[in-house]
């Protein structure tokens, strides 16, 4: 990779004009490409290209995106953070890809400065610079490790998608703060909430699911109701 670059982003869309559209708005603010067309292709080259954020067209031809996503998230190592790219602008639908692990979405038709900007935004809290790397933060048996991006409970560690691990780290970098879901948008998805904070909603009962926490009585995230949500010191 060139000094230069801010990073690798892999484009999966049939649409070629798309394709080329993004790149070339990505290429222009300092990340190399890499381009594929079906989910097939975009497994294989993943596998070699090894990109930093994944840029994924739900409807494909062959396995869709979501599948897609399912797969790279189940490769050995860290996650690959993934931005959907979708015509449906239903709220059940951009749901469905926040709960099976999309850091992000983008409903068709988009601009694709807008579509820059996320990728930055993603890419700011994935790899951010060595110096700022933190010490690890417990709470009990919950072990929250910012360098390595590991989480572990009772020494086992836990599987988390790139954003779930950015909003369990926030909340336990400020321990017993309430934070509304309009700060956690703002604080953890870089941007402020577009009335959708079900965006937050959802990664906090996945984080839950993942940590078995019960929310009638919470070991670790916290309802304040009508507020927002706190980590229990």
Known sequence: ??????????????????????????????YETLEAT???????????GNPDLVVLDV??????????????HERPGKP????LLTARGEESDRLVGLRRGADDYVVKPFSPKELVARVDAVLRRVLPPA????VPIEVGPLRIDP?????????????????????LAYLAANP??????????????????FNDTSTVTVHVRRLRAKLGDDPSKP???????????RLRP
Do not use: C, K, N
């Open 219 to 229: 070991r670790f995230i916290e309802t304040v109701w009508g507020v927002g949500y």
């Open 38 to 48: 079906d989910g097939t292709e975009a497994m294989q080259i993943a596998e070699r």
């Open 176 to 193: 017993g703060q309430v934070f509304s879901r309009d700060q956690l948008m703002e604080a953890v998805w870089d941007y402020p909430s």
């Open 1 to 30: 990779m060139a000094a230069a670059s801010h990073g690798t982003v892999l484009i999966v869309d049939d649409e070629p004009t798309i394709v080329e559209v993004v790149g070339r708005y990505l290429q222009r603010a300092g």
């Open 80 to 83: 690959v953070p993934v931005i």
């Open 131 to 134: 110096e700022e790397a933190a």
């Open 147 to 167: 360098a390595m991006r590991t989480v572990t409970l009772d020494g086992e560690e836990i599987a988390l998608t790139q954003r779930e691990f950015d909003l």
């Open 59 to 72: 409807m494909l031809p062959g396995f869709d995106g979501i599948e897609v996503m399912r797969r790279l």
